[in-house]
């Protein structure tokens, strides 16, 4: 009997065999099961290759090879588990400064690998498509808990709760992580870092281009 985690990382790794040939690292491995340090994946490992379900091969880095599936995995192959435990891609559009704005950034080439749980959407319904990351640069939002490095969740949005974390693309090409708050002639963005003032701008000049609905850390 695997436990949710076990099973979880067993068809990742799986899954990576099947289209890269390779299984993933250490590291795609934690950030995908949504653990906050390699032992956890150790122990994992070690606990499915003590199973039989897995065999590291020696002298090979990165080499593990899959010797079974647990009983209900189906037959087309496809993960028993639940969408909401499984890790699924998101496109990873590059870094937001989240103390000076810089020109957003629209690479779609690059992914990353989170938790479901993390997106916004009811039980079972996770739309990808209205999801991407970015990383931030710049400590404006630490009181907030978002800290230089970290790996932001946005579900793409045009509009927003006052005092919500959005992405807001300034004058249409520079784009800044900061709470949004509506004020008498102005829009205000608001950082959450007192070493950082907040400015105001012309409702015309700032457009949302997304909600912060989650935030993956490496430590």
Known sequence: ?????????LLLIRDR???????????????????????GIHRLITGLEERGFIKRLP??????????????????????????????SLP?????????????????????EVPAALLAGRKGQFKTDEHYA???SGDSMIEAGIMDGDN??????????????????????????????????GVALVPANVRYETRLFEPGRVKIQGQLVGLLRRY
């Open 59 to 88: 002298h090979r880095a990165r080499a593990l090879e899959i010797l079974k599936l647990p009983e209900n995995t189906d037959k087309t192959g496809k993960s028993s588990l639940s969408r909401e435990d499984s890790g699924i």
């Open 1 to 9: 009997m695997l436990t949710s985690k076990q099973k979880e990382l």
């Open 152 to 185: 932001v969740i946005i579900r793409k949005s045009d509009t927003a709760d006052n005092g919500a974390i959005v992405v807001a693309l300034v004058d249409d090409n520079e784009a800044t992580l900061k709470y949004i708050e509506r004020r008498a002639g």
């Open 17 to 39: 065999l099947a289209s890269d040939g390779v299984p993933p690292s250490f590291d795609e491995m934690k950030l995908a099961l949504g653990l906050k340090s390699k032992s």
């Open 134 to 136: 970015l990383e931030v």
């Open 92 to 112: 990873l559009y590059g870094r937001i400064a989240a103390g000076t704005p810089i020109e957003a950034l629209r690479d779609s080439n690059s992914q990353i």
